[in-house]
């Protein structure tokens, strides 16, 4: 019999994860299931690895974008990595956005099992990342938005921190290096991104597709306050050809330094820090999903 581990964060969904569990298990009758709860950062993780040496068929990863990427950092590196399965229950979840994953937990749930396609990794220095890489005081501000503020404010608790940080306009000296180019800029924000939602909106990178193995690298220069508001609405809406603070360019390995301590918001978190190298691995894990 197929084996299949699910990993449930219960601090997500508004702390209601655990009430899927009995759905889950029914949809995937014909597997044999182990299930297992996170209590706190790193167990994802330590699971999804297991489930990989131990020669799982599937992981499913129950919660937000957090859980989801502490599971795909345990089976990356992997050389036997399960068909992953997501349940989203976050407030952004644009990895499963991205994937033409029902954020409708029930409707998610009924893909389990069922097709599957392959995705795009990112790996920036040793860690992976599924969607975004964000540098910048807007990004620390985003990745400072603590799982009470999540449960209590959803995703406003971005837009009140991300508004926040604009308006103190903290800027950045950063290095760029991509397809052999280099760009010396005073940020606002640089993302790199790997799908067509970028915390949960559109239009920013339309083009991109989960598998077609590139980096989306914009760069956001910091701009006087009166421009602020037009640069990110330009940002937002993917007008970025006529706008000057905006520089866009697609690249598979993009290298990040900057003479000044910086962190990286990684997914949605702050794991790491510059300097940084990041690639793309190419169709690296397969996902259900309804594409
Ligand atoms: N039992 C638990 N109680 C509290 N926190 C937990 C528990 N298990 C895991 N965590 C933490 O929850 C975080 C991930 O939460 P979640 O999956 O909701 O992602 P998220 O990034 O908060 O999602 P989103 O931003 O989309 O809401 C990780 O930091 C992890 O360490």
Same mark, same amino acid.
């Given at each position: 019999?197929?084996?299949?581990?699910?990993?449930?964060?219960?601090?997500?969904?508004?702390?209601?994860?655990?009430?899927?569990?009995?759905?889950?298990?029914?949809?995937?009758?014909?597997?044999?299931?182990?299930?297992?709860?996170?209590?706190?950062?790193?167990?994802?993780?330590?699971?999804?690895?297991?489930?990989?040496?131990?020669?799982?068929?599937?992981?499913?990863?129950?919660?937000?974008?957090?859980?989801?990427?502490?599971?795909?950092?345990?089976?990356?590196?992997?050389?036997?990595?399960?068909?992953?399965?997501?349940?989203?229950?976050?407030?952004?979840?644009?990895?499963?956005?991205?994937?033409?994953?029902?954020?409708?937990?029930?409707?998610?749930?009924? $893909?389990?099992? %069922?097709?599957?396609? =392959?995705? !795009?990794?990112?790996?920036?220095? &040793?860690?992976?990342?599924?969607? @975004?890489? #964000?540098?910048?005081?807007?990004?620390?501000?985003?990745?400072?938005?603590?799982?009470?503020?999540?449960?209590?404010?959803?995703?406003?608790?971005?837009?009140?921190?991300?508004?926040?940080?604009?308006?103190?306009?903290?800027?950045?000296?950063?290095?760029?290096?991509?397809?052999?180019?280099?760009?010396?800029?005073?940020?606002?924000?640089?993302?790199?991104?790997?799908?067509?939602?970028?915390?949960?909106?559109?239009?920013?990178?339309?083009?991109?597709?989960?598998?077609?193995?590139?980096?989306?690298?914009?760069?956001?220069?910091?701009?006087?306050?009166?421009?602020?508001?037009?640069?990110?609405?330009? $940002?937002?809406? %993917?007008?970025?050809? =006529?706008? !000057?603070?905006?520089?866009?360019? &697609?690249?598979?390995?993009?290298? @990040?330094? #900057?003479?000044?301590?910086?962190?990286?918001?990684?997914?949605?978190?702050?794991?790491?820090?510059?300097?940084?190298?990041?690639?793309?691995?190419?169709?690296?894990?397969?996902?259900?999903?309804?594409?």
């Amino acid at each position: 019999m197929k084996k299949c581990m699910v990993i449930i964060n219960p601090s997500s969904g508004k702390e209601k994860a655990l009430e899927y569990e009995k759905k889950i298990i029914a949809q995937l009758h014909n597997y044999e299931v182990v299930m297992k709860e996170t209590m706190g950062e790193g167990d994802a993780t330590r699971y999804a690895k297991k489930a990989c040496d131990e020669n799982y068929d599937t992981v499913i990863l129950v919660g937000g974008d957090g859980t989801l990427n502490e599971g795909i950092n345990g089976i990356a590196e992997q050389p036997h990595r399960p068909v992953v399965g997501i349940v989203p229950l976050g407030t952004v979840n644009d990895f499963a956005r991205a994937l033409n994953i029902s954020l409708d937990p029930d409707e998610a749930i009924a $893909l389990l099992g %069922g097709r599957t396609r =392959k995705a !795009d990794i990112g790996k920036v220095n &040793d860690i992976y990342f599924t969607n @975004i890489i #964000a540098i910048g005081s807007l990004a620390e501000a985003v990745g400072e938005v603590s799982v009470e503020q999540k449960t209590s404010l959803g995703a406003l608790a971005y837009l009140f921190e991300g508004v926040k940080a604009a308006i103190e306009n903290d800027s950045c000296n950063i290095v760029i290096t991509a397809n052999g180019q280099t760009y010396k800029e005073d940020i606002m924000i640089f993302i790199c991104v790997l799908t067509n939602s970028v915390g949960s909106f559109r239009q920013i990178n339309e083009d991109a597709d989960t598998s077609d193995g590139l980096l989306h690298g914009f760069i956001v220069k910091s701009t006087n306050t009166l421009q602020v508001v037009g640069t990110a609405k330009n $940002l937002i809406t %993917g007008n970025h050809e =006529k706008d !000057d603070n905006i520089t866009k360019f &697609d690249a598979q390995e993009i290298q @990040i330094k #900057a003479d000044q301590p910086l962190a990286l918001n990684v997914d949605g978190d702050l794991i790491s820090q510059l300097p940084a190298k990041i690639s793309v691995l190419h169709n690296h894990i397969e996902f259900y999903c309804n594409n």
